[in-house]
């Protein structure tokens, strides 16, 4: 048995003005044939699971392709084009295959397609034919649309928030095709989609109304004749026909009952609905109560969440703590020019430098700083362990950290990575404790890295393309009626 495995992921951010080139696939994550095997293999990622899945149901997994870049704006066309197609050379070169495993996010739009996914989905659909069994991969923030249902022959989606069930998933993923294949299960899937939204820190499975909604999964999960089962909590940062949360059950050939389970599950979340809203402190009053709290505490800063298409160098945050006079604090910005600057100067030297909000109006007004170079990477790091994202290489491009004479260190990086893995700082000698306020960029994720060494972790309502609630956006295209936004 020999079965293809492919992905394709990118969650887009359709306010944010910056689109999605080739170029930020290639710094992220671009690999061709056996190529991606050492990349992913270990990964806490679903291509990982696929991977050690082939050994464990004992089938040959043929890599084709794995592309990936940091959330941002909807992906050009040509970066689009130029992926899938690369995609579908691989499987007609790969020879006589059984099936294919395909990790997709599910919330990827691009310049031509509100659902980037369904696109992929139809075209491989069609050149595979109707009977060849795909399954499918999602990211719990996917937008799942009819075509990620109705085309693959069994849809997975991850459970946890921040995601480490990654790999997991994936080992799930290869399970179902070896059975699929070998003639042992006939999946048939039903999606219903509750017509609401969860704000993003509700959707935290740690523990909350997220949390009782995935115990409810997992033990629908255990049925019998239930393959599987996904609740999708969505992202709203897209303004897309399809964005809206879904549960998918998969069931072993009765769609019937695959439906009525479906119905009863969105019934569940509704049932929630008021639980899944929030309202979070603005900066002013969140910067005032880590300070007061003892300890290090970690500020969120969800409307620049790099994770969900945030630019990574909004600084209000950065500007409330120097405002209220705070001392010795983390602030990480994306700022290659102010990068470029430290390197210039040298390590030990005293810069002056306008730092972060470079990238557009919305993410608050460059920040005078001045303190010393104090060390300067090249801002790989690795991640061993699962966090959120589930990459094991990480790579931040060209990074300098600067000690102001608050005590602040402000790591400026060259590539936008998200603030998921606590190697990030470590690998730049930066010990936690020895922080009053961590920010991170981010929303829910980064609680897998930031939680363990903090004291609290307050979300922020902080403004941007990553604003926290949906009631902070205008859109045009997406489904009515949804709650809270309409009543
Ligand atoms: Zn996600």
């Not at 979340?269 to 900066?283: F, M, N, Q, S, Y």
């Not at 608050?364 to 990477?377: A, T």
């Not at 930066?430 to 609290?456: D, N």
């Amino acid at each position: 048995m020999r079965i293809a495995v492919a992905g394709f992921m990118h969650e887009s951010n359709t306010f944010s003005g910056t689109p999605t080139t080739l170029q930020q696939f290639q710094e992220g994550s671009l690999q061709y044939g056996a190529d991606l095997i050492p990349v992913w293999k270990d990964a806490h990622h679903e291509v990982g699971g696929f991977l050690v899945g082939a050994e464990e149901n004992g089938f040959e997994a043929v890599p084709v392709l794995m592309a990936s870049a940091t959330p941002s704006g909807p992906v050009t066309t040509e970066a689009y084009e130029k992926i899938v197609g690369d995609i579908m050379e691989g499987l007609r070169k790969a020879g006589p295959l059984d099936g294919l495993l395909l990790a997709l996010h599910g919330a990827m739009v691009t310049e031509a397609h509100t659902s980037g996914d369904g696109e992929t989905m139809e075209r491989l659909r069609k050149a595979l034919g109707p009977d060849f069994p795909i399954v499918l991969s999602l990211d719990l923030h996917a937008n799942v649309s009819p075509r990620m249902v109705e085309l693959p022959t069994a849809t997975v989606i991850y459970r946890t928030y921040p995601h480490i069930d990654q790999r997991y998933r994936g080992r799930e993923c290869a399970s179902l095709i070896a059975r699929t294949v070998r003639g042992k299960i006939r999946p048939v899937q039903a999606m219903c989609k509750p017509p609401l939204l969860l704000h993003i820190v509700q959707q935290y499975t740690g523990s909350g109304p997220t949390a009782e909604i995935m115990a409810e999964v997992e033990r629908v999960a255990q049925t019998p004749w239930i393959l599987s089962v996904s609740f999708a909590p969505a992202f709203y940062y897209a303004d897309v026909p399809d964005m809206g949360p879904a549960v998918v059950v998969v069931a072993d050939g009765d769609a019937g009952r695959a439906g009525a389970e479906a119905q009863r599950l969105s019934d569940f979340v509704w049932a929630r609905r008021e639980a899944l809203t929030a309202k979070l402190p603005g900066p002013a009053e969140a910067v005032r109560e880590a300070a007061a709290h003892p300890g290090t505490v970690s500020l969120m800063d969800c409307g620049d969440n790099i994770g969900g298409g945030g630019p990574g160098d909004s600084t209000f945050l950065l500007a409330e703590i120097l405002k209220q006079g705070v001392r010795d604090c983390l602030v990480v910005l994306y700022d290659p020019e102010a990068v470029q600057a430290c390197i210039r100067a040298g390590v030990r030297e005293t810069v002056r430098l306008e730092v972060g909000g470079k990238t557009d109006d919305r993410h608050g007004k460059p920040v005078p700083i001045e303190g010393q170079v104090r060390m300067i990477s090249d801002g790989k790091y690795m991640e061993p362990e699962p966090r959120h994202g589930g990459k094991r290489f990480w790579d931040m491009g060209p990074t300098s950290v600067v000690e102001t004479k608050e005590g602040h260190l402000i790591v400026l990086n060259s590539l936008r990575e998200a603030p998921m893995s606590l190697h990030q700082i470590l690998c730049l000698g930066i010990r936690p404790e020895t922080r009053k306020i961590m920010t991170a960029k981010g929303a829910t994720a980064p609680r897998a890295a930031y939680e363990p060494v903090s004291t609290k972790v307050i979300p922020v309502d902080t403004p941007g393309v990553t604003a926290a609630g949906p009631e902070q956006f205008t859109y045009h295209r997406r489904p009515k009626p949804l709650y809270p936004l309409d009543r």
